[in-house]
């Protein structure tokens, strides 16, 4: 039993990592090809990868490796309880409020990190993801809230199994709210246009990443892999039923990610208070509506 | 091109990621910031090479220097390429750097920019045309293949020599060396 936990842990870490990167390098290449461009190839993130990881890298001192490190296992932690298919590794404890707990940690680790390197535009950079965190965290706990209301659960893999006996969460009327609401905050927490704030090179330098070199970037980069797999898959099982089985469960992922990928191609950028605005009010709107809608008419479990 | 050359990888992955993974710091000084624009877009696309801007000199391994090098910049340029991680690469984009061109007799220009900081490569013209960068590319992926593109070697073998002619035409710099032993010093001088 704690064999197979273990071997789980190791499968689904490697599983994340590996459909991460890929997703990043079928970002790269759709995005070339809206742009009417060829693309790099789609291996071009592990290159990338492999030729930072043989570079020299500069440290700014001990919180500058700590943090990064941490928020690289603070998005770990995260994975474990997260079901990929029936592949879960400790579905047994936690839930959704642990995940929401665990979520806090990547961007804390990076500001953390970033900070250290005490670079003009690495604070500005870290300043805007705290607050766009801030930003979209009240719509996504509304959001949780009417899902563990509406469910009777804060397990994340019983809401799974109660979707495969009544349907997905899209098709009660009840959630129809909060679900849109998650998928107008959802480029918000995949860093994507018009969120795309937190690094915006053309105008403070990639942000948080301005200092990292070699190695660091080589972490921030599977972090940011890891980061998307997240989103997506809690996205997944929360709205979009799960799935019995890890391919039907990568097919949905890689659908919803390719969705919002063509969004994220057309849209320019919000401001950072213009980004507040909007995610405090429609997304906010929508939950808190959906979370009345689902105390009003009940539990239906 | 062997970035499909699954052998090459297994045998050495760091040259093979340098080669393919060129992240460009375009310092663009003066004229060249017009060529750049279209060889990294749609109509000539450097991202299929690997090829694609950075914001920070961290981040890159690939400079490019397009113009003219004014006094001024050329502080920048110096700080900018020490800044960044090696293995770097260092190549002038258009006649200035090389030799002056249209700027000889100017005052307030570098005329040799490979005196102050090493350049691996040149693309000679005024200006050359966007494709001339993916020449430059292609030509950079043998240097680094044949191990030549060791220009962050030769700073460091013979920062001394460097670092005298920055000295000499920027004053007092306010920054330390980068590198404290000079190896080749003598040597280097008999040659240049």
Sequence with gaps: MVMTTILEIIFIILLAGIIGLFFLGLSRKIMARIHW?????????????????????????????FGIIFSL????????FLPFGRICPLSDSGGLLVILYL???APLGLALSGGEAANPYTSIGISRKLLLAFGYELPLLLILLTVMTHYNTISIVEIVNKQFQAGWSFQHLSLLLPGIAY????????????????????????????????KFLALTTIQHAFNIFISISLFTNLFLGGAANPGYFFLKILAVFVIFLFANAVFPRFRIEQAIKYLWRWPSILAFAGLIIVLITGKNF | MDRNNLGKWLKSPGKMGQKYSLHALYFCTGCGIIEIPPSITT???????????VATPRQANLFLITGYVSVKTLRYIIRSYEQMPEPKFTVGFGSCPINGGMYWDSYNTIKHLDKYIPVDGWIAGCMPR?????????????????????????????YQYYRENQEKILGKLEWPPLFSKNIKHEEYRTIA
């Design chain 1, 183 to 214: 998928i107008l905050i959802l480029p918000a927490i995949l860093g994507f246009r018009p969120f795309e704030l937190i690094q915006a090179p053309q105008e403070i330098s990639s942000g948080p990443m301005a200092e990292y070199s070699g």
């Design chain 1, 73 to 80: 296992a603070g998005s770990v932690v995260v994975l474990l």
């Design chain 2, 43 to 53: 109509r000539w696309d450097a991202e299929r090479f690997g090829v694609i801007p």
């Design chain 1, 37 to 65: 461009r060829y693309g790099p190839p789609i291996t071009q993130p592990l290159i990338d990868i492999i030729k930072l990881f043989n570079q020299t890298s500069m440290s700014h001192g001990f919180l500058f490796n």
């Design chain 2, 130 to 158: 966007p494709e001339a960068v993916f020449v430059a590319v292609t030509h950079l992926w043998t240097l680094i293949d044949k191990g030549m593109a060791d220009g962050y070697n030769k700073y460091r073998a013979n």
């Design chain 1, 103 to 105: 979520m806090l940690i």
